[in-house]
């Protein structure tokens, strides 16, 4: 066989493994598990709420421009190798998150993004992807670790109570921390500088890639960080949204500090246990369970049962529908170009 009819063939079995995979993956996490099931009759049970459809709508909406902020975030970044216009950033987008449905982590995001480029090299683009997903780590963790002051005392034994120097000094590690990561994040490019300074013979290559990242000046990196922030702020309204939609109702200050707890705890668990919707629904119940257990509110079985629903029906809105919505796009990939 040829070349070129190899590099076809292994590019249509490598779709077609990408579909049938993700499918599946969708498939025993919604249906064989009873996902859908449990969610029919929780729209029995909490269908009476006025707000139940109209915030099911929102949040639907919400995921629209969600996706739609990250696909603008990526072309930014991808234009210094390949210019797109942006729907296309968009199917660059769907193709990822297709991809990644399956993998542990979503690691296999740049995977559905790169190979759809048609001229852009997919190693710089696989650069650039890091770029825009350590942004919204970035982000995600300087919230999450700033709600954490807040509630800091209630991980205490209990009885305890902190001295002015312990207060004194988680407030000063957590900033001093949150300080750091910044800095290191617009001093991108000087990094990649030390890098070549270090990097010698035969990984004289890695240079032509690490040149990608100091093309990406710091007012792009403000900009493509302001936009992770409003993406950030978008799911966030969603999961607030979702748990109004069955019937959780808690203070929009209070709300501030849950979520990016929430959304902390599930960026610092381990890869492999992240895909799984039970550890979402998991890791809100405690928090959520925390605030109602400091103010001395009993948690309901019902209301403990809408919180997992809450974020299981996020999950299957933020991430099932749109690797669906992006399984026509994965035949668009090239794995292999000649």
């Known amino acids: 066989m040829r070349l070129p009819k190899l590099h076809k063939t292994l590019n249509i079995l490598i779709r077609l493994a990408i579909v049938g995979l993700s499918l599946g993956f969708i498939y025993w996490k919604v249906f064989a598990k009873g996902e859908v099931g449990e969610l029919l009759k929780a729209v029995e049970s909490f269908g009476n709420n006025p707000f139940f459809y109209r915030g099911i709508y929102v949040v639907c909406v919400l995921m629209i421009l969600n996706w739609s902020v990250e696909s603008v975030k990526w072309r930014i970044l991808v234009s210094r190798i390949e210019k797109i216009p942006f729907y296309r950033a968009v199917e660059s987008v769907l193709t990822g998150i297709t991809v990644s449905i399956f993998m542990p982590n979503r690691t296999g995001e740049f995977l559905g993004r790169v190979f759809i480029l048609k001229t852009g090299d997919p190693v710089k683009a696989a650069f ?120 959780i109702e808690i203070p929009l200050a209070q709300v501030m500090i849950i979520i990016p707890l929430i959304y902390l705890s599930l960026a610092v668990i381990p890869s492999f246990a992240l895909s799984e919707l039970g550890v979402r629904g998991s890791v809100s119940l405690y928090f959520i369970g925390m605030y109602l257990k400091y103010r001395a509110i009993p948690m309901t079985e019902i209301e403990s049962m809408a919180i997992v629903l809450a974020a299981g029906l996020l999950w299957i809105i933020n991430l099932a529908i749109p690797a669906i919505i992006g399984m026509p796009f994965v035949f668009n990939l090239r794995f292999f170009r000649r």
Do not use: C
């Open 128 to 247: 650039l992807t890091i770029i825009g997903s350590i942004s919204q780590l970035l982000i995600t963790i300087l919230l999450g670790t700033t709600a954490l002051l807040f509630v800091f005392h209630d991980f205490l034994p209990p009885g305890s109570l902190p001295s002015i120097w312990v207060n004194i000094g988680v407030i000063s590690g957590i900033t001093l921390f949150n300080f750091a990561m910044l800095a290191l994040f617009f001093r991108v490019p000087v990094f990649s500088r030390l890098l070549r300074k270090l990097v010698r013979g035969q990984w004289y290559k890695v240079l032509t890639y690490l040149g990608v990242i100091e093309s990406v000046s710091r007012s792009e990196l403000f900009i493509v960080l302001m936009l992770s922030f409003f993406r950030y702020l978008v799911f966030s309204l969603q999961f607030y949204l979702m748990l109004r939609v069955f019937g």
